[in-house]
């Protein structure tokens, strides 16, 4: 009899957790044993969408992506789904586990219980698609020597703190982490790596951690060393930023010609033009990005327009608002979208070209109207262009 109705209860949950996916993704609700029994017993791999309350991209893939019937048929037959709550229950532990932090993401085991795929950020169908294929190629699959099949780490409490929700979540400072590890026998166990990668460093523990990048990827994957030599690039940044010390973020080209040096010009370029911006030294910023469109020219036409409007916002200088008209002539001649007609109207107007700022105030407008973008800021300015034509 008792068996009877477990069987009942699971069919309940069966159904009820696929009805809000029913032309697509059947996701079940059972125990993780459960899970990873089944998973191995029927040699399916097991996708676990992580999610949180608060995350807009999260609701996005659930209408999008997880209802799409392509999907649907592709995971149900490759997959056993499941969903949890990044910040509760069950779902905190895999957080704790594998360091989850950016939602949408996504973590993908094998029929043995093993992670061997992550994917973070909205998908669309297609390209997710193309995702969970790649991610049943054993080539691209990740072979994590370091991570152990617990769940249930002995973490430090402020490690433990750093996950909690809300007001809740606090982060230690880099000496407090310091002092952790400093007391640590094996630097390279898994709990230690979950600190060394989730929170900053002192630079005795930072400098560990650069010197022994192999060490780390072999235990625990490229993509979460090179995330962690991200966040140390960044670390720097900041203090630069902070200190508005241009020696400083010559610190940060240097990581980067070091630790990125495929894409080492492209990503310092891009940490320059941060600085400049952040720091208010808008001559410099004008001329990087100036450098910037000189080498690649508009291949990326919504950074520019993102950088214009920064010009528009921020920048008095005459020279640089008639270049950057110049530059979003270019751009909307390429892409033109809402976004980059409003930016070029605007330019044009601090430009003091009104006929021309009219022009494009109106069909930025047309263009917004059709996608439906909030255009009220466009009618303003087309009333502030008319009103100095009229002059």
Known sequence: ?????????????????????????NFINADWKEILKTAKEKNKYIYVDCFTDWCGWCKVMDKQTFTDKTVGNFMNTNFIAVRYDMEKDFGLKLAMKYRVNVYPSSLIFNPDGKLVYVLHGFQKPADFLITLKKSLDKANQLDLKGVSDSLDLP???????SFMKGDD???????????????????????NWCLIYRFSLPKIWEDFFLLNINKFKDL??????????????????????KDTDESKLNTVKDLIDKYQAEKA??????????????????????????????????????????????????VDNPDYIKKAAGWMKNVTAKDPVYANLDTYAALLYKDKQYKEAELYAK?????GKKTKDDIKGTEQLLEKIKKEKGK
């Open 1 to 25: 009899m008792k068996n009877y109705f477990k069987i009942i209860i699971v069919i309940i949950s069966l159904l009820c957790c696929s009805s809000a996916f029913a032309k697509g993704v």
């Open 155 to 161: 973490y430090p409490t402020f490690y433990n703190y």
């Open 169 to 191: 979540r606090s982060w230690p400072v880099p000496d407090k982490v310091g002092r952790y590890l400093n007391k640590e026998t094996d630097i390279f166990s898994e709990v």
């Open 265 to 314: 010009d492209e990503i310092k370029m891009y940490y320059e033009l941060m600085f400049y911006e952040q720091t208010k030294g808008w001559d410099k910023f004008c001329k990087k990005l100036e450098e910037f469109i000189n080498k690649n020219d508009y291949k990326n036409t919504g950074l520019i327009n993102e950088y214009c409007w920064k010009i528009y916002q921020c």
């Open 220 to 241: 625990y994957g490229e993509p979460d060393v090179n995330d962690k030599i991200n966040s140390i690039i960044f670390d720097h940044f900041q203090e630069a930023v």
């Open 363 to 367: 069909k930025a407008i047309t263009a």
